[in-house]
């Protein structure tokens, strides 16, 4: 597709349980970025690859989250053990590679997600 | 370290009525960019405009410009002649050096809504 897809669009999951969330860049993008956004807030940064390697996963909240991008394309988000705070809208973007302050990320629709 | 600050939670607009969007921002970095991210209910962001910390002239984009002052750090966004449409969210973010140019950081948004 043209623009960034985010899978699912909703999921609701009981407390404890494993989740995975899927994004798929724009063709060709090399940056890909995960964002938490919970109601009412702005986007907080979770994790950033260049290709295939984290290159900043500072904003990860704790190690029940964790993010992969095997092939440097696709990037599933992981979260172990959730928790009800975790609810939240998960946002992916995505840009070509980040060689200066004028690249514009381009985002999905999100993953809300809805921890009971 | 970067932070944005949007000081108004909601704002409203009578349509066809220009509106400003404050945004302050705090960096120690030259060089930086600056964006506005449009978020309607449906939860995509929609990139709206980018202002380089070099740029002697401010950004416009159609019925959006930037108010960008650089020693007050303030990057107001004005809408000129409001539209129901532009009833949505609407967020600041910032690329920096600072952070190697990876990562958008975002302010907290102000909630637009367009009277008619």
């Known amino acids: 597709g043209a623009g960034v897809s985010q899978t699912p669009s909703n999921k609701v999951t009981e407390k404890g349980k494993y989740v995975e969330l899927r994004c798929d860049p724009i063709?060709?993008?090399?940056?890909l970025y995960w964002y938490r956004q919970s109601l009412g807030q702005g986007p907080e940064f979770l994790i950033y690859?260049?290709?295939?390697?984290?290159?900043?996963d500072s904003g990860l909240p704790n190690d029940r989250f964790f993010a992969v991008r095997p092939e440097g394309s696709v990037s599933t988000l992981k979260i172990q053990r959730t928790e009800r705070g975790d609810s939240a809208v998960y946002l992916c973007?995505?840009?070509?590679?980040?060689?200066?302050?004028?690249?514009?990320?381009?985002f999905g629709q999100g993953t809300r997600l809805t921890v009971v | 370290a970067q932070k944005i600050t949007q000081t108004q939670p909601g704002m409203f607009v009578q349509e066809k009525e220009a509106v400003t969007l404050d945004c302050t921002y705090d960096?120690?970095?030259?060089?930086?960019?600056l964006f506005w991210y449009k978020q309607p209910s449906s939860g995509e962001m929609i990139f709206l405009i980018y202002?380089?910390?070099?740029?002697?002239q401010n950004a416009t984009e159609g019925r959006y410009s930037l108010n960008f002052q650089k020693a007050r750090k303030s990057a107001n966004l004005v809408i000129s002649a409001s539209q129901l449409g532009d009833s949505a969210m609407y967020f600041c973010?910032?690329?920096?050096?600072?952070?190697?140019?990876?990562?958008?950081?975002f302010g907290p948004g102000t909630s637009l809504s367009v009277i008619p």
């Open positions: 973007a995505s840009s070509p590679r980040a060689q200066g302050a004028n690249t514009e990320a381009f």
């Open positions: 063709s060709g993008h090399t940056a």
């Open positions: 690859f260049q290709g295939t390697g984290a290159a900043d």
């Open positions: 960096t120690s970095d030259q060089s930086y960019g």
């Open positions: 202002q380089g910390s070099y740029d002697e």
């Open positions: 973010a910032m690329r920096g050096a600072e952070t190697s140019y990876d990562k958008v950081i």
